[in-house]
């Protein structure tokens, strides 16, 4: 079995892996481990300087949660991607034809709850593999 995680170092994504761990665990996933970093819509210095920091900061968030996956006894295939989220995450799902792909679903207030972000909305419509959003 091959799962697609959608991590971005939030806590809701962190419980999402935690939970999709514990779900599949017996079953000794490949679990291939995806975060996404958007470049900075125009080219400054300063715009560049925290692209350059933010994608340092999600590079750890990656490593730790590869470790955390490394620590269950389960096999993780980390991947730093650049781009869109959305489209970014889609070309990793075509390219790796994941089992399963799971995301987190964004919202803090109840009314939030309700609703899909924006990222699992898309995933969900333009998917071609099953989805497990979890909130």
Known sequence: MKILMCYDGSVASHMAMEKSIE???????????????EQPLDASLENEAIFNKWREER??????????????GLEVDAILAIGDPRKM?????NKKLPDIVVVARRG????EKMLLGSVSAF??????????IMT
């Open 23 to 37: 779900f599949f665990k017996q079953k000794n996933p490949e679990i291939i481990l995806l975060t996404v970093v």
């Open 59 to 72: 590079h750890k968030e990656l490593k730790k949660a590869s470790s955390f996956i490394s620590d269950q």
């Open 89 to 93: 995450i889609l070309e990793i799902i």
């Open 108 to 111: 803090k207030t109840e009314m």
């Open 123 to 132: 995933l969900v419509r333009h998917s071609t593999r099953p989805m497990l």
